[in-house]
């Protein structure tokens, strides 16, 4: 199993990043897809999930601003991320879990990571 997420960078506040996550390995179709973050110094967070239904579920300090999909012609996860702030900087993950969980332990593939930094 590979999951390989990109699209991170540096941006400054207010401004916007799509991050894609391309899997393989897997049924993407029947598995439920998860962004995740971990600042410095911090745990992992979920972000947002996306179940098999396209159904999903955010953080509440994303609401609003992040939006998860999925395209299971392409295997991929994507999460628009706008109105960027300083505290969203982090490592983002990409996650997949047979089970329609938020719970971290659940998630058994996870990407490398993409760094979103955010300026102010």
């Known amino acids: 199993v590979q999951l390989q997420a990109s699209g991170g960078g540096l941006v400054q506040a207010g401004g916007s990043l799509r991050l894609s996550c391309v899997a393989s390995g897997i049924m993407f179709r029947y598995n439920h897809m998860g962004w995740y973050r971990q600042a410095p110094g911090k745990e992992r967070e979920l972000v947002a999930r996306v179940d098999t239904s396209g159904s999903p579920n955010y953080a509440d300090s994303v609401k609003g601003r992040f939006t998860i999909s999925r395209d299971n012609a392409k295997n991929t996860v994507y999460l628009q991320m706008n109105s960027l702030k300083p505290e969203d900087t982090a490592v983002y993950y990409c996650?997949?879990?047979?089970?329609?969980?938020?719970?971290?332990?659940?998630?058994?593939?996870w990407g490398r990571g993409t760094q979103v930094t955010v300026s102010s």
């Open positions: 996650a997949t879990t047979p089970y329609d969980s938020i719970l971290i332990h659940e998630y058994d593939f």
